[in-house]
């Protein structure tokens, strides 16, 4: 069981719009910065979103982050067939038991 | 372009000790500007954070890890490691290596290595 809830699955077709959901607390999303992973299959996780809503260079602005409250969402437009992988959300949780949590990830498909 | 490559051994016994150790390129573990972390992801499953080092030493371990976890860090070699005592079937994972980033309220992890299999089994 995640500290972080994400919607297991997620799907669009081509050049559509999909959204994931990362749910958490007062704690984690509440209190601290949110940042979003996209893991491609068979390598490792690759950052996506900082700071709620930045990109790391070379991120192209297809991919947005948002936070409102105990809530993040990322945001893909233009979905492309190179965009189907695993998405995380990752935040520091600073309840009794502090640390790094991450959401159990959503596999998004492109239809 | 920072890099970060995992080694150790690809298979363990129950109840003995993981190691692994991460090798940092492109960047100076003792630039003081980054904590450097330990990651695993279960077959199939999500990411779990293990622990992070500053270059001075200190750490902080995921407290469920924390009893079983020893990180530290060699700056002359740019390596830090992992050690995962008493493990069982529950450790098979792979273990990744990342750059951690820590600032006022935000916490992320900029760059990762490809990561490891370690799978334990007599």
């Known amino acids: 069981q995640s500290v972080l809830t994400q919607p297991p699955s997620v799907s669009a077709a081509p050049g559509q719009k999909v959204t994931i959901s990362c749910s958490g607390s007062s704690s984690n999303i509440g209190n601290n910065y949110v940042s979003w992973y996209q893991q491609l299959p068979g390598t490792a996780p690759k950052l996506l979103i900082y700071e709620n809503n930045k990109r790391p260079s070379g991120i192209p602005d297809r991919f947005s982050g948002s936070k409102s409250g105990t809530s993040a969402t990322l945001g893909i437009t233009g979905l492309q067939t190179g965009d189907e992988a695993d998405y995380y959300c990752g935040t520091w949780d600073s309840s009794l038991s502090a640390g790094q949590v991450f959401g159990g990830g959503t596999k998004m498909t492109v239809l | 372009q920072v890099q970060l490559q995992e080694s150790g051994p690809g298979l363990v016994k129950p109840s003995q000790t993981l190691s692994l150790t991460c090798t940092v390129s492109g960047g100076s573990i003792s630039s003081g500007a980054y904590y450097w972390s330990w990651i695993r992801q279960h077959p199939g499953k999500g990411l779990e954070w293990i622990g992070y080092i500053y270059y001075s030493g200190s750490t902080y371990y995921n407290p469920s890890l924390k009893s079983r976890v020893t990180i530290s860090v060699d700056t002359s070699k740019n390596q830090f490691s992992l050690k995962l005592s008493s493990v069982t079937a529950a450790d098979t994972a792979v273990y990744y290596c990342?750059?951690?980033?820590?600032?006022?309220?935000?916490?992320?992890?900029?760059?990762w290595g490809q990561g490891t299999l370690v799978t334990v089994s007599s």
């Open positions: 990342a750059r951690m980033v820590i600032n006022l309220g935000s916490w992320y992890f900029d760059y």
